[in-house]
């Protein structure tokens, strides 16, 4: 069975300073990965995803992940913290034949502080 | 124009009513989807449907029952509400049509549950 493995249900960074947010999977057949962002009282919008193509992801607002299947792991990172960037993040793995079904990650809650 | 539009954005109501939650989508996608965030944040699909079929149903108690009139509306109606359904309920939809998976969903602002 799928699952998701986020590392840190809360990470606390420095305005300016990286952010990185650790996701880690397990999938019998290869996977598409998933980042979203939730800010408070909002749905999730789609950060960037992995679907086979380059092993190293460009999001939107500056983001980026890297799929590595030897780790098994997509961590999120972003060179330069801004304090919009203060939300909860999610991980979330599908495959193939899944029906798109989205396995979620337990949340990673970025506090970015002046 | 709201892409994925869900309503209520609140709903407050006793143990053992009945209640419906409404979702849109005006982006021409062939799949909906049900997920619920429970208090701790965590997120757990419930139903998906792909052209009013079902193709997803998780182990949801059958108080719960979608209901797709149409490709673009996903309505997910609960009975005997109970206090453990209080919750974030969420719409989303994709372009999926073949189950091949990788497709971006796009989601509802949410539905906020609270029953006393």
């Known amino acids: 069975a799928q699952s998701v493995t986020q590392l840190g249900s809360h990470v606390s960074v420095s305005e300016g300073a990286l952010v990185l947010l650790r996701c880690n999977y397990s999938?019998?057949?290869?996977?598409?990965l998933f980042w979203y962002v939730q800010y408070p009282n909002q749905g999730l919008q789609l950060l960037l995803k992995?679907?086979?193509?380059?092993?190293l992801v460009k999001g939107i607002n500056g983001f980026e992940a890297e799929f590595k299947k030897s780790e098994t792991s997509f961590h999120l990172t972003k060179p330069s913290a801004h304090m919009s960037d203060a939300a909860e993040y999610f991980c979330?793995?599908?495959?193939?034949?899944?029906?798109?079904?989205?396995?979620f990650g337990a949340g990673t809650r970025l506090a970015v502080h002046p | 124009d709201t892409a994925v539009s869900q309503t209520p954005k609140y709903l407050v109501t006793q143990m053992g009513n009945d209640k419906s939650i409404k979702c849109e989508q005006n982006?021409?996608?062939?799949?909906m989807y049900w997920y619920k965030q429970d208090s701790k944040k965590f997120l757990k699909i419930m139903f998906s449907?792909?052209?009013?079929?079902?193709?997803i149903n998780e182990t949801v108690p059958n108080r719960f029952s979608p209901k797709s009139p149409d490709k673009a509306h996903l309505n997910l109606h609960i009975n005997s509400l109970e206090l453990g359904d209080s919750a974030v309920y969420f719409c989303?939809?994709?372009?999926?049509?073949?189950?091949?998976?990788?497709?971006?969903?796009?989601f509802g602002p949410g539905t906020r549950l609270t029953v006393l």
């Open positions: 992995y679907t086979s193509a380059a092993t």
């Open positions: 989303a939809s994709s372009q999926d049509t073949s189950g091949r998976g990788g497709d971006t969903q796009y």
């Open positions: 982006l021409g996608h062939d799949t």
């Open positions: 449907y792909n052209n009013k079929e079902l193709i």
């Open positions: 999938s019998s057949v290869p996977p598409y």
């Open positions: 979330a793995v599908s495959d193939a034949g899944g029906y798109n079904k989205l396995i």
